[in-house]
């Protein structure tokens, strides 16, 4: 079939001659400002679709949130949100969707002003948008495994990595267009199987079923073709981005190929594709909208029928005083309206889709055009813990202590002395994540945690920078096997540099505190007096118990570095007792000094523990592409299988798939994600807690692991 021969559709008049005009109170269902029911909405929405323009008016749409309520209502007439990538300028419009339910808030507005990463939007309108594409989409319904892509020939940017993959298992996307008169929307599309169809390298075509009846993407592209789209295939985590510039045909040929039981679309969307690719969601991944349990409940949020229709009744009330307007608000207050409304609402749905060829259509009843729940269920969680920020305490120039408490059900935070917290803090509306060693006592009501500045450190940049007293982190935890044993009555010697010195001091706190007598020895190394965290405890700890606490200090700039011969000297002092445990925290080239001099001085290398942080940066190689993760255990019974998309680690796409994967730290820090890879090629950011000999015995840490082939994982205890 040849593109450019096919009849395009080129005028107003043309596309009401196909679609009819929209009819009058289609258009009153829209406000111009949130009302309550509204706020409700956006209170409990997790995600949504976002269509925007950059400063060089280059299409985007993509999907923004990750977590009910992340956008911000500031009046009924401005919102905030942050938006990670990107900057939004001029007209901008959304599409909300809350899990399991068919119907779809929709707002349009324009780029007020930004702060940050957190843009501002006036909003000019909102309105309920009907369920039939969540339904024909069967969007919050189980997956159901796609026909295998076809090849498509040629250079096209269709031909890019995944691509023809992804469109041919979407069944759903939000498409953006703008008018010329500041105007931008973004709708909702949905149908069976594949949304969007590949005709040839460059070029897509998106039916337009019968069920359309604003019709604004369709107007809006007769005066300006530049559009864009984010497709989603149910139960993955990655989003195919689309841009280009679109046409409309009503060319009967094909139609004809888009039939359902005989019945073509009224027409037909082309898209002139010009960029394509297929990238990991933060948002879709956070949001969690492809498992049961985020799916809501009826009475979380208004019926969204009956909220179309108070919108239809006010404004017929408000424009000319309609007796019939005044009628359906008095109406609408009658106990037992809203749940007729929504069965006449269902049975219309379930009548026009049958009409447009669709069989099997599950509409559901319940709650909001709300649909039967999908089976997919999570993994086993590791479950965050929110805190709350109850004091920010200055230790030396470089580094702070944050007190932590708990933010929801005050109580004790437990762990052995010497473990580590994974920190968890949204920075530009993504979650970072970095592990810190408490430095408090366990068992105590907050949690200390010390956190020295990096150069270029995101996580420690914005610790020192933006926390104050009150701010809200996430911690997951405890984990890590570097810890003493407080009842254990054998002589502890410590090593640290810099702030290594924070779980060591977590043991100090605790040894000195339980009834053993045994003697506890520090040897902490730093640049300058200055940079000494915990200097003046350290001294107070040392006068009130001499008989079994010494620290030495060694300052670099003066006594120059810390070496084999300065730490053999200092061993050879000490005269440590044989059952003595060694434990070193710092530097790589320190620890490996350290553990050269207690082999040499022939310590068991069971009495020596070291901890080695990781930086939790990207992994130093991706795959471009999806790549597909099968998950066994003990080498032959298959547990389950997920997609990896780009930039995707194997512990993300796992988790999110409801795979059960173990993991604790999710920075590389304590192997406990460790699972033998039994088939491909993974990549993993180094340094992490993996030892040569584990490599060589080929397992890998699936939290900081990407793959770069399609992968078996055997997630058997090691």
């Known amino acids: 079939m040849q593109v450019n021969a096919l009849h395009r559709v080129t005028t107003v008049e043309e596309v009401e001659a196909t679609l009819g005009q929209a009819p009058s109170l289609i258009m009153l269902k829209q406000v111009n400002a949130l009302d309550e029911g509204c706020e409700t909405v956006l209170a409990n929405c997790p995600l949504a679709g976002f269509g925007y323009r950059d400063a060089d008016g280059v299409s985007h749409t993509t999907f923004i949130g990750g977590t009910p309520g992340f956008v911000r209502v500031h009046s009924p007439t401005r919102m905030s949100f942050v938006l990670p990538d990107g900057e939004a300028h001029g007209p901008v419009s959304f599409v909300f969707l809350l899990p399991g339910v068919g119907e779809t808030l929709r707002v349009n507005g324009s780029v007020a002003k930004r702060k940050g990463a957190e843009t501002f939007v006036d909003i000019e309108e909102a309105y309920v948008h009907c369920a039939q594409a969540v339904i024909r989409s069967r969007l919050w319904q189980p997956s159901v495994p796609a026909e295998p892509a076809s090849d498509v020939e040629g250079e096209g940017p269709l031909c890019a990595p995944g691509v023809a993959g992804f469109l041919a298992a979407a069944p759903f996307l939000v498409l953006s267009t703008w008018d010329n008169s500041g105007g931008s929307d973004t709708s909702p599309r949905g149908d069976q199987q594949a949304v969007a169809r590949i005709l040839d390298s460059r070029t897509l075509v998106i039916p337009d079923r019968k069920g359309n009846k604003r019709a604004d993407s369709l107007h809006n592209l007769l005066q300006d073709d530049r559009l864009s789209f984010a497709a989603l295939v149910p139960g993955r985590t990655g989003v195919l981005h689309v841009s280009g510039r679109g046409s409309i045909t009503d060319d009967p040929a094909l139609l004809e190929t888009m039939a359902l039981r005989g019945t073509p679309p009224h027409a037909a969307l082309l898209i002139e594709v010009e960029h394509a690719e297929v990238a990991?969601?933060?948002?879709?991944?956070r949001s969690r909208v492809w498992t049961?349990?985020?799916?809501?409940?009826?009475?979380?949020?208004?019926?969204?029928?009956?909220?179309?229709?108070?919108?239809?009744?006010?404004?017929?009330?408000?424009?000319?005083?309609?007796?019939?307007?005044?009628?359906?608000?008095?109406?609408?207050?009658i106990p037992g309206v809203t749940r007729l409304l929504r069965r006449v609402s269902d049975r219309a749905y379930r009548s026009g889709l049958r009409t447009e060829g669709y069989e099997d259509v599950e509409v559901g009843s319940r709650?909001?055009?709300?649909?039967?729940?999908?089976?997919?269920?999570?993994?086993?969680?590791?479950?965050?813990?929110?805190v709350r920020i109850a004091e920010v305490r200055r230790e030396t120039p470089s580094a702070v202590t944050l007190a932590l408490e708990d933010a929801e059900r005050p109580g004790p935070f437990d762990f052995r002395p010497g473990q580590f917290f994974t920190l968890v803090a949204d920075i530009d509306g993504r979650p970072v994540r970095r592990a810190y060693s408490a430095s408090s006592m366990p068992g105590a009501s907050r949690l200390e945690v010390t956190v020295k500045r990096v150069e270029s450190g995101r996580f420690s940049t914005h610790v020192h920078r933006n926390l104050r007293v009150g701010d809200r982190l996430s911690v997951r935890g405890p984990a890590g096997a570097f810890h003493a044993d407080p009842a254990a009555a054998h002589e502890v010697v410590l090593v640290a540099a810099g702030s290594g010195v924070t779980p060591m001091i977590s043991m100090i706190r605790t040894l000195l505190a339980a009834p053993a007598t045994a003697r506890i020895a520090l040897l902490y190394s730093n640049r300058s007096e200055e940079e000494v965290i915990f200097a003046d405890e350290l001294l107070r700890l040392e006068k009130e118990n001499p008989e079994r606490l010494s620290v030495t200090h060694v300052l670099t700039r003066e006594q120059g570095r810390l070496d084999a011969a300065g730490v053999r000297s200092w061993f050879t002092e000490l005269r440590p007792s044989e059952d003595a445990r060694y434990y070193m925290c710092g530097p790589e080239a320190l620890m490996d000094t350290v553990q050269g001099v207690l082999t040499e001085l022939g310590v068991p290398a069971d009495r020596v523990h070291h901890e080695r942080y990781t930086s939790g940066a990207d992994t130093t190689a991706t795959a471009t592409a999806p790549q597909k993760m099968i998950v066994v255990e003990d080498a032959t019974r298959e547990v389950g299988a997920a997609v990896v998309e780009p930039g995707q680690t194997l512990l993300e796409a796992g988790l999110a798939a409801g795979l059960p994967m173990p993991y604790s730290c999710t920075v590389g820090n304590c192997g406990d994600c460790m699972v033998k890879l039994r088939g491909g090629q993974v990549a993993m950011n180094e340094p992490n807690c993996l030892t040569p000999q584990q490599k060589a015995d080929g397992y890998v840490l699936t939290c900081v692991g990407c793959p770069l082939s399609k992968v078996t994982l055997d997630i058997a205890e090691p």
């Open 367 to 386: 709650h909001g055009g709300r649909l039967k729940r999908s089976t997919i269920e999570p993994a086993a969680e590791n479950p965050l813990r929110e």
């Open 292 to 333: 049961a349990s985020t799916h809501l409940e009826r009475g979380t949020v208004p019926d969204l029928v009956a909220l179309a229709g108070k919108h239809l009744a006010g404004n017929m009330v408000d424009g000319d005083g309609s007796l019939l307007g005044r009628v359906l608000k008095v109406v609408g207050r």
């Open 280 to 285: 990991a969601s933060d948002a879709v991944t």
